[in-house]
């Protein structure tokens, strides 16, 4: 059975940014119900005692299996998005990610307007992504459901940009919620700490 991860944190702990009321439904009702999805889509097939990663990679791209791939891979993103949050986060990072940064994606400010951008101009549902390829720093978005797992990329942070993730907090301003994530939440240690897996 797959069960829904503890949030590393209160349901209050990102308010004003992120309020306990969108946290209370985004953790508690769509990350649960795809863990509640996917362990019915799983009874009785090779993949009931599986790990979330191997549901992911033995799916993905494979029209039979887009409920398996979709509710295992948005389990996968949401858990990961609560981990590269934290409160009292945002800002420019230090260390080995900030001269990534420098050397592949122009420094900071770059980042920040290209972050903003990338996540901001992803049409309809999805994800902004900082990830590593080749042993460069990237920043993609994905749409729906996608990881940047299944293509090689080693994910760094990532920002959800599906309206469930800000419309309570934001309505359609979508800009107005990624850039204040950027500045006050993303939570640069786990950067760091993924940046050692890639
Ligand atoms: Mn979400």
Avoid: C
Avoid at 129 to 152: C, D, R
């Amino acid at each position: 059975m797959f069960t829904l991860p503890p949030l590393p944190y209160a349901d209050n702990a990102l308010d004003p940014v992120i309020t306990a009321n969108t946290l209370s439904f985004h953790y508690g009702k769509h990350h649960k119900t795809y863990v509640d999805n996917l362990n019915n889509l799983v009874k009785g097939t090779e993949y009931e005692s599986a790990t979330l990663e191997k549901v992911i990679a033995e799916t993905a791209g494979k029209p039979d299996k887009a409920g398996l791939f979709n509710n295992a891979a948005q389990i996968w993103n949401h858990t990961f998005y609560w981990k590269s949050l934290r409160a009292g986060g945002g800002g420019k990072p230090a260390g080995r990610v900030a001269a990534m940064i420098d050397s592949d994606l122009g420094g900071y400010d770059n980042f920040r307007k290209d972050f903003a951008a990338n996540a901001v101009s992803q049409f309809g549902s999805g994800w902004g992504w900082l990830v590593q390829e080749g042993g460069k720093l990237k920043i993609v978005k994905t749409g729906n459901a996608e990881v940047p797992l299944t293509k090689g990329q080693t994910p760094l942070l990532t920002i959800d940009v599906w309206e469930h993730a800000y419309y309570l907090d934001y309505q359609n301003r979508r800009a107005d919620y990624v850039n204040a994530v950027i500045d006050k939440l993303l939570n640069w240690d786990f950067a760091a700490e993924n940046l050692g897996r890639g």
